[in-house]
């Protein structure tokens, strides 16, 4: 019996983890797709004439199957990684694309579509019909439909292998980030505080290492690089991170990048673009890369000057240190961490102890509840893993969706952090709640304590599984995240106000250990400290945001490597500053079609968060219930039911301009 194909018959029908195994997937996988190759094929070759009904809203249910067992493969591929897992995945990659390329070349199918389209007029569909409607007919264009004959073919060959790429890119950065770590002895331990000790001697248990390690989890390392004294071990950790995917081995990503950028080139022609980023920025906000450019451009100056006004204060706390030379990249944490002790009086290591994991579960809920009127009742599980926690969410008694936590880092997870859903919300067919998973890698430690970082990366991933879990539409094509991919930043960044809220912070950030509220004069500090070193962070963000554009825009460069060092000299990048996430471990850009000439979308989103906020400020209260309500909605229960542009107007009004994310950044007065 294969536990993914049959009836899930368990409390709010979570799949049965404990009953699924590797050996499940691929049969699963196999009865899935043939299930859905029929559907498509009974839908193509309806004889009837087509309507929305036996053509687009057939569709929505033709994958049923196919969407289930993918949901459940998919996040522990990214969440829980083995050997079958990963085989699988490399599997399935082609197969996969060619399945959806069957789907979008079907030229009966794409008839019936085209046919709607052309009398949509005449067929009485409601907004969200027509909008479904519209969208469907601009993926399957989108994805060659209209061509044929050897245009057809090759199209389907470069999605096919853009899969294959996609997958080996993010396969390669988990085994050089798994393969990677740096033992301590105890001399090391100098200068570190005893969470990040604690996460060191954890690492090295779940490393089997024999002692406490660093590795190259972003909880740990960044902690490491800001508070070890011993520079030549912060110069031998941040080389290894820098150096992810370009260490000449055999999980070298150098060669997949550049055949990724020339076949989505090729890919972008065979449509009739220009370049890759006029085919990918044509369904998004911004719509054209000179638009994206101007964008980056208008925040680029100020940081940048910021930032070199910053690395001088550093370089010379360097030099008073003894060390001559210049400010290097491996020591820009080291020093900005004393300097922001030394002038906001303010300490992580003293700072962390408020900031338990547990502590801000329950100010991310408690927000939510104030917002939307949500509660969260712990589950028991089993789930995917023993680290994974869940809620079921309720709203008034009913049942709003299970949301699941996965928090801490471990080698079979990729890193960085992330919202999926296991199961999207939709009404077709009867009402259908949401499963939303959030994934961190914090370090793990007993307790796990976050830094501020940490807390604010809660609380994105969140307001993503908000617009999740309060989507409130009929098809789940529209459902959820499906929207603009430069608008779908902006719930998860507009929810990291809150954690700036002060009353927020007075009650729930408390020391772990004894229950004392955070003092009154250190959460002024912080809350004071909140554009600190912001120079560097949107320095790091905005050069790699214009590499990624600067590939996708013209010819595909043959050595993307040398690419990126002319874009950053052009600009004038910092020399102390590096991008935050280069070619080689670039997976926002790489590992998918995602945020491929996309990654510019958090600040194009910023711009709409730092207004967002406004509107409740404006109210004069961070929880006004009018304005929670206008924005769940017309943003968080709308999914992609209109244009994104459409929708943020409903909600403010207006469009904004950039200034409220200078404002918010600290970069007005450098502009």
Wanted: hydrophobic fraction near 45%.
């Amino acid at each position: 019996m294969n536990a993914l194909l049959t009836d899930w018959t368990g409390d709010f029908a979570l799949p049965p983890f404990a009953a699924i195994t590797d050996a499940d997937f691929a049969p699963a996988f196999d009865a899935a797709l043939e299930q859905a190759r029929a559907n498509i094929a009974a839908i193509a070759g309806n004889p009837e004439a087509p309507d929305f009904a036996n053509t687009i809203a057939a569709l929505e249910g033709a994958e049923a199957l196919l969407d289930r067992v993918s949901g459940v493969f998919y996040n522990l591929a990214g969440a829980d990684s083995n050997d079958a897992r990963e085989a699988l995945q490399r599997e399935l990659a082609p197969k996969m694309s060619a399945f959806a390329s069957e789907v979008t070349n079907n030229a009966a199918l794409f008839a019936r579509i085209e046919a709607l389209w052309q009398g949509r007029d005449t067929l009485g569909l409601g907004a969200e019909e027509l909008r479904v409607l519209t969208l469907y007919r601009q993926m399957f264009v989108r994805s060659g439909a209209l061509l044929q004959g050897d245009q057809a073919e090759r199209l389907t060959a470069v999605k096919a292998r853009l899969a294959v790429l996609g997958t080996e890119f993010s396969q390669n950065l988990l085994a050089e980030e798994r393969g990677w770590f740096m033992v301590l002895s105890e001399p090391d331990f100098e200068g570190l505080p005893d969470f990040v000790v604690a996460s060191a001697r954890a690492a090295g248990v779940e490393k089997d290492a024999g002692g406490p390690v660093v590795t190259l989890n972003r909880s740990l390392i960044v902690p490491f690089l800001q508070f070890s004294p011993r520079r030549a071990l912060r110069e031998r950790a941040y080389a290894a991170w820098v150096a992810r995917g370009a260490n000449g081995n055999a999980h070298d990503n150098r060669a997949i990048a550049a055949e990724i950028l020339a076949l989505r080139h090729e890919r972008a022609a065979l449509l009739g673009y220009a370049s890759f980023a006029d085919y990918k920025l044509e369904p998004e906000m911004a719509k054209t890369p000179q638009a994206v450019r101007d964008l980056l451009m208008r925040v680029w100056e100020p940081a940048r000057a910021k930032a070199l006004a910053d690395a001088a204060v550093l370089e010379a706390m360097l030099h008073a240190d003894g060390i001559a030379g210049p400010l290097e990249p491996w020591d820009w944490r080291y020093y900005s961490e004393k300097r922001r002790k030394a002038e906001h009086d303010l300490d992580e290591a003293a700072l962390k102890p408020f900031l338990s994991l547990d502590a801000m579960l329950a100010a991310q809920f408690d927000c939510a509840n104030r917002l939307f009127g949500l509660e969260f009742r712990e589950l028991p599980g089993p789930f995917y893993h023993p680290d994974v926690r869940g809620w079921e969410v309720t709203r008034k008694g009913a049942h709003v969706a299970v949301f699941l936590g996965d928090y801490f880092a471990r080698g079979s997870k990729r890193s960085g952090a992330w919202c999926s859903a296991m199961r999207s919300q939709k009404k077709l067919g009867g009402e259908v709640r949401p499963i939303v998973v959030n994934v961190c890698n914090f370090a793990k430690g007993e307790p796990c304590l976050l830094s501020y970082d940490d807390a604010r990366t809660l609380f994105h991933e969140f307001g993503h599984a908000l617009h999740q879990m309060l989507s409130d539409v009929t098809y789940g094509f529209i459902s959820g995240t499906s929207v603009a991919r430069d608008f779908v930043e902006l719930p998860s960044q507009l929810y990291e106000h809150w954690l700036e809220v002060p009353q927020v912070l007075e009650q729930h950030a408390r020391h772990w250990q004894t229950g004392d509220a955070m003092p009154a004069e250190m959460l002024q500090r912080l809350l004071a400290a909140g554009t600190y070193d912001q120079g560097f962070a949107t320095v790091e963000f905005i050069s790699s945001a214009l590499v990624d554009l600067a590939f996708h825009e013209g010819t595909p460069p043959a050595d993307p490597m040398q690419k990126q060092a002319e874009v950053l000299e052009a600009i004038g990048m910092p020399r102390a500053i590096r991008m935050r996430h280069a070619t080689p471990h670039f997976a926002h850009v790489f590992s998918g079609d995602g945020y491929s000439s996309g990654y510019y979308s958090y600040m194009w989103s910023e711009v709409m968060d730092a207004d967002a906020f406004a509107a409740f400020e404006e109210a004069g209260d961070p929880f006004d219930p009018a304005t929670a309500a206008r924005l769940e909605t017309f943003i968080l229960s709308a999914g992609g039911s209109e244009e994104a542009d459409v929708l943020y107007t409903k909600f403010r009004g207006r469009m904004p301009g950039v200034e409220p994310l200078l404002k918010g950044r600290g970069l007005l007065e450098t502009a």
